[in-house]
């Protein structure tokens, strides 16, 4: 089966270790596929502060921009200080020693 689909896609999970869990299947899907996390905060529609991630392509350099739209597309809601730890380009990610900075909006 095969299917398109637009990268970054962002995704909320209420536990770091669902994110872990998110990041192992994605590789054993397709290696290319990298999860990172990048925010913490609470959905638009409301209730407690999840971690945030974003899927891309291995190689896909992400732009703050790129992230953002995939952010707002998934419900994080800016407007409640949702902290992002905005990847580095032209690295890794965390399972692959990807470094984060962190930027408050």
């Known amino acids: 089966m095969q299917a398109d689909i637009e ?20 590789t054993r899907l397709n290696p290319k596929l990298l999860v990172i996390q990048v925010a913490t905060g609470v959905h638009v529609d409301g209730g407690s502060t999840v971690n945030w991630g974003v899927v891309h392509m291995d190689g896909q350099s992400l732009t703050d921009n790129e992230v953002h739209a995939a952010l707002q597309e998934a419900g994080l809601d800016f407007q409640h200080n949702a902290e992002l730890q905005m990847p580095l380009m032209g690295q890794q990610s965390p399972g692959r020693d990807r470094a984060n900075a962190s930027l408050i909006v």
Do not use: T
């Open 7 to 26: 990268l970054p896609k962002a995704f909320s999970v209420g536990d770091d270790r669902e994110l872990l869990l998110i990041q192992h299947l994605m």
